[in-house]
């Protein structure tokens, strides 16, 4: 039998390119995790770089004197946001923790309450199985809420670490202000200093994943900004016409993070809390959040058509396969991650997937 080496040699060839690019995205993950401040600056710089060419436009501004309005404007509203965030969130984190074991032995009541009205006969289901269901209830609340109270915990530590947040927060504003104002020059120095070839092929690869990311990115971004002060200010209302809201910040936050989730939405939090509040007896305040919900997905369906397509260029599957991947290796964090690795990979390997990843590594043409 005789052996096609040439043939094998490009098999091994595309294979190994296949794992360098991947070992490379990998690297270029765990180092974006590390220039966190860099990545926030860059994503801010993205979604306010419109605004800059405006004023250029209009105003007849150069980038510099554009750049430094608009810095000054966003640094302000971030420092406003940051400053009453971090009160909200100490004291209504703080609330919870203290009256979190309450909530839970309310919730077990409420469903004991649900399962005493409900009549089992009619299932006919066997007195040992509705034992399960009660223990194996109380099993999932005590979980739930450890879950909770360690998130919560987390959450005051990050926040309550007030020098490692303020180095945080001066690095992202000063490489914000650098990239805008100097968006040319920067380019200029990479592409001195990197073969023509590498920038060449980098840039090609970079302004595609920009296009396709960086405007997902930005999009999603908007509409999670969206619903989060939608919902953030409903609640907020909610609370001082009475209603029974004691914690819209952490609640307004909770549903921002589940709406940026591919797939689920915030219909995922809001419609279970309506049925909760009602089946509580608290009826007003189910009608309120429906009330609320449908605000928000109405302003939301206007404007998604206008920033991003309703999917991000795969099926439903795939980014379910992905978010489950990202919960798997870093947590519910990973959730949010896995779909956008999605985009990446799916970017990067745009040629070998239309063509069929296995058949084009292992085509003999």
């Known amino acids: 039998m005789i052996i096609d080496m040439s043939y094998w040699t ?24 590390f220039y966190m401040p860099f990545l926030i600056a860059f994503i801010i710089s993205l979604m306010i770089e419109p605004a800059i060419r405006f004023l250029m436009r209009k105003m007849k501004l150069t980038r510099k004197v554009s750049s430094i309005i608009i810095f000054i404007i966003v640094s302000v509203v971030i420092v406003g946001s940051l400053i009453w965030g971090i009160v909200s969130l100490i004291s209504e984190a703080s609330n919870l923790l203290k009256d979190l074991n309450g909530y839970v032995e309310k919730a077990y009541i409420v469903f004991q309450n649900f399962t005493n009205k409900f009549d089992f006969d009619k299932i006919r289901l066997p007195s040992e199985i509705n034992t399960i269901i009660q223990s194996s209830t109380g099993g999932l609340l005590t979980t739930v809420s450890n879950w909770i109270r360690n998130a919560l915990t987390g959450l005051l530590n990050v926040v309550t670490s007030i020098p490692a947040i303020a180095i945080y927060f001066v690095v992202t504003i000063m490489a914000l202000y650098f990239i805008c104002v100097d968006k040319v ?50 609640l907020y209302i909610l609370k001082f016409a009475k209603f029974n809201i004691e914690f819209p910040l952490l609640m307004a936050l909770f549903i921002g993070f589940v709406d940026a989730l591919p797939i689920l939405g915030s219909g995922t ?41 309703k999917h991000i260029g795969t099926h439903p599957i795939f980014t379910l396969i992905a978010m ?41 043409n």
């Open 10 to 33: 490009r098999v091994l060839k595309r294979i190994l390119y296949v794992i360098l690019i991947l070992i490379g995205l990998s690297l270029a993950f765990k180092l974006s995790i």
């Open 185 to 234: 020059y920067i380019l200029d120095q990479i592409e001195h200093h990197f073969p023509k070839k590498w920038v060449f092929k980098v840039g090609t690869h970079i302004r595609d994943l920009t296009k396709t990311l960086g405007g997902y990115l930005k999009a999603e971004a908007t509409l999670i900004l969206v619903s989060f002060v939608i919902s953030l200010v409903g």
């Open 269 to 309: 939090v809001m419609v279970p809390w309506a049925i909760i509040s009602a089946l509580n007896g608290d009826l007003k305040l189910g009608i309120a959040i429906v009330i609320l919900f449908i605000i928000m997905s109405v302003i939301r369906q206007f404007l998604e058509p206008k920033l991003v397509s």
């Open 324 to 364: 489950y991947t990202g919960f798997k290796f870093i947590g519910v964090i990973g959730m949010l991650f896995g779909p956008i690795i999605l985009i990446v990979i799916k970017n990067v390997f745009a040629t070998l997937i239309d063509e069929g990843v296995v058949k084009s590594l292992f085509d003999r």
